[in-house]
């Protein structure tokens, strides 16, 4: 089946700094990707989704200049948390889909901690 | 705007029960529904989905839910639950001509030896 991978699975950072997580579809081209983020004990909520080779589209309070996606190819989409702040910790999980059978495919997520 | 609700934060289970995961929907449009889970720490594993055809839908581990139009539900169903079954559970809600999927707010299922 599908697969999604999604790296690194955890990472801790100091405040300031910037962190990239990468998502890789490793047996199919995903045309469409989305980055999530996930609050303790509460619901996905959609930040942005990515297009290969076009800009993304962030939903709604989701700071563009903070949060970098990039879709540079059908396997990688990367997300860049810039400057990071401890209010940034939280589990961020991508999904992609190569709009086939409408199967969308998960990353197993990252869990960011910043200090 | 479309939605979809799981009215129940945590479902409670004896192992070997028949267990029952709700799912409600608001949608303008076919819905295209779909069932997840997530176990501590990782992304979410894909249990079944609905696009169309048989309002009856079987998927992994034995799970399989019921498309009720008229009912606007999805609700998430297993004959005998297993204690492996503990895990959180979302409900996801796309349209025809979106790729976006909306998510529930989770039921956490507890299955007791």
């Known amino acids: 089946g599908a697969v999604v991978s999604q790296h690194p699975s955890w990472v801790i950072c100091k405040s300031g700094t910037s962190v990239k997580i990468e998502c890789r579809s490793l047996?199919?081209?995903?045309?469409?990707m989305f980055w999530y983020r996930q609050f303790p004990k509460q619901s996905l909520m959609l930040m942005a989704t990515?297009?290969?080779?076009?800009?993304?589209?962030?939903e709604q309070g989701v700071e563009k200049d903070k949060f970098l996606i990039n879709h540079a190819s059908l396997t990688l989409s990367t997300l860049t948390v810039t400057s990071a702040h401890p209010e940034d910790s939280s589990f961020y999980i991508c999904?992609?889909?190569?709009?086939?059978?409408?199967?969308?495919?998960f990353g197993s997520g990252t869990r960011l901690t910043v200090v | 705007a479309q939605s979809v609700a799981q009215p129940e934060d945590q479902v409670n289970v004896a192992e070997g029960n028949p267990l029952t995961v709700k799912c409600t929907y608001s949608?303008?449009?076919?819905?295209?529904l779909f069932w997840y889970v997530q176990y501590p720490n990782r992304g979410l594993q894909f249990l079944l989905k609905?696009?169309?055809?048989?309002?009856l839908v079987k998927g992994s581990y034995g799970f399989e839910a019921e498309f009720n139009k008229s009912q606007t539900s999805f609700h998430l169903k297993k004959p005998s639950a297993l204690v492996s079954d503990s895990a959180l559970y979302f409900c996801?809600?796309?349209?025809?001509?979106?790729?976006?999927?909306?998510f529930g707010t989770g039921t956490r299922l507890q299955v007791f030896p």
């Open positions: 609905y696009i169309t055809g048989d309002n």
């Open positions: 047996d199919f081209q995903a045309t469409t």
């Open positions: 996801a809600v796309s349209l025809y001509n979106t790729d976006k999927l909306i």
């Open positions: 990515s297009n290969e080779g076009s800009k993304a589209t962030y």
């Open positions: 999904s992609a889909t190569d709009r086939v059978d409408y199967g969308y495919t």
């Open positions: 949608v303008s449009g076919n819905p295209y």
